[in-house]
Every structure is written in C-alpha cells, then in structure tokens.
C-alpha cells in the first residue's frame, strides 16, 4: 500500500469518516515492521486496537438450569389437599334417641314433659287475669 | 434449549461483552462478574432467546447498561480504588518493553475517555462494529457517534504524543 494512501487513510480516521475495512487496512499496515518514521507515533495506537481484542472471557460460568421450586411446591401442596380430602370423615351423624336410650326411658321423658307442659298450661291460664287487671288500670289512667 | 445450544449462541460474542465490560468497570474482576452475570440472565432468558433477532446486539445492550449501572451505584466509589490491571509481565527486551508500554499508555489514556467515547471507541475501533450497529447498541444519533468517534480518536492520539514527548526529554 503507497504511503499516501495510509496518510490519506489517517486523516479521514481522524475524522472518524473511515470505512470497517478502511481501518483494517490501518491495523494491518501498523501491525507491520516498516512503518514510516513520521506515522510511527500512531502505532501504539493501532497495535493497542489489535491486542485489545485478543482479550478473552475465561471464567466459568455456572448454568444450571433453575428449578422453578414455585411450581413443584404448588403441586404438592394441591397433592396433600386432595390426599386430605379423600381420607376426610366427616363427624358421625347425630345418633337417634332410640340409639341411646331404652324405650322405658323415654316414655319416662316424654311422661316427665308432658307434666311439665300441663303444669306450665295452668300457670299461663292465670295470666288471663293479669290481663284483665291491666285493663281496669287503663281504665283509671284514662279517666284521669 | 439445551446447555450446549446455548453455549454455541453465546460463544462468539462473551469475549466481547467481557471487554466491554472491562473498559467501562476497568477491573478484569469486576468485568468477569458483570459478564458473568450477564451471561447468566441470558441464560434465565433463553425461552425467549428465539424472539430475539439480534442475541449478541441484546446482550451488548444489557452488559452496556448493566456496567453504566455499575458505575451510578455506590459500588462504583470503590470500585475507582480497585487496582487496575496496568502492569504487564516484564520482558527482557527492552525495545519490547517500551512497545508494550506505548501501548498501555493507549489504554491508561482510554481509561480516562468519558464513558461514552470509551463505549463508542471500543465498539468501534475494538470490535469493528458498524455504525448502524453502534446506533442500535448505544442509542445515540450517527452524527452523535462520529463526533464522539472523532473526539476519542484525537483525544488518544494528542495524549500519546504528549507521553511520547515527554519520554524523549
């Protein structure tokens, strides 16, 4: 490559209207031995360019592939409710009173009640007198 | 997606993003995290790797706004001290030597490029992106990324010459 055609190159690199493959021309040409002593002092930086992406990434990266715990955990625990809803009893339905009782006993209780309701029905009968005196009460209150 | 299918998208563009990286973060420790980290998100994502038209263009995005972040956070106060891989093995020969050193000079001066030019720098002269490319990764405007470019460029090349100058005397 002529020399004027590099310094050509050089100014418009300046000028950072090069071209990819122009630059690589410029690499190239710095990279060599017989660089003319007035462009030597851009050799640094080309050569700089040209090592610059020599440097490589060595470290190792640890992929593993990411369980997604979420989803595992959601199963389960859909797998432990229905476990729990297949084994669920419910409570015993409520016994009859002839399942725990004799049939004497409850004759004997319903006897017992029956007594019960009479006597109660006796005493609900003598409220009707209240009643009564309640309205000659009004009756006073009124007139007065 | 298997591992391996994965690996195979991912192989070509990881030195990439980690250099990346490593210009914005400077520490290659910091840089092998966030690409690491990168990498792993990617991974998190590979369900939807297949929408993607352009994985490698999606992962340079996320390791440039995933270092940019970096840099915001408190993390990054420290991250100035860490010790910046500058030092390179010695060499016997001295000539060898100071080419070396010439051209860790270039990356000390990129180091100190605000973060855009360094981005646009690196893309560009680094990795050889095109301009549409840049656009896309860096969201700028093309007359953006070349006065960027053109800055950058001549901003190394004056420190360079001032180092070089002040070697000689």
Known sequence: ?144 | MKQTEFLNIVLPFKDKLFRMAKRLLVSTEEAEDATQEILIKLWDKKNKMETYNNVEAFAMTMTKNFCLDRLKSKQAGNLKLVHSNYTDSSTSLQSELEAKDSISWVERIMDELPEQQKMVLQLRDVEQYEYEEIEKLLDMKPTAIRVALSRARKTVREKLMEKHNYGIV
């Open chain 1, 1 to 144: 490559m002529e020399l004027y055609k590099i310094e050509k190159l050089i100014v418009k690199y300046f000028e950072a209207t090069t071209t990819v493959a122009e630059e690589e021309t410029l690499r190239e040409y710095f990279s060599k031995e017989s660089i003319a002593p007035h462009l030597e002092q851009h050799a640094p930086l080309f050569n700089y360019f040209t090592k610059a992406k020599e440097e490589r990434f060595t470290k190792q990266v640890p992929l593993k592939p990411r369980i997604n715990y979420l989803k595992w955990v959601s199963v389960a625990a859909i797998a432990v409710f229905m476990f729990g809803l297949y084994f669920y009893q419910p409570t015993p339905a409520p016994v009859t009173l002839a399942d725990e009782y004799t049939q004497e006993e409850i004759e004997s209780a319903q006897e017992a009640f029956a007594l019960l309701a009479m006597n109660f029905n006796k005493g609900t009968e003598q409220l009707y007198h209240l009643e009564k005196f309640e309205k000659t009460t009004n009756k006073f209150l009124t007139k007065k």
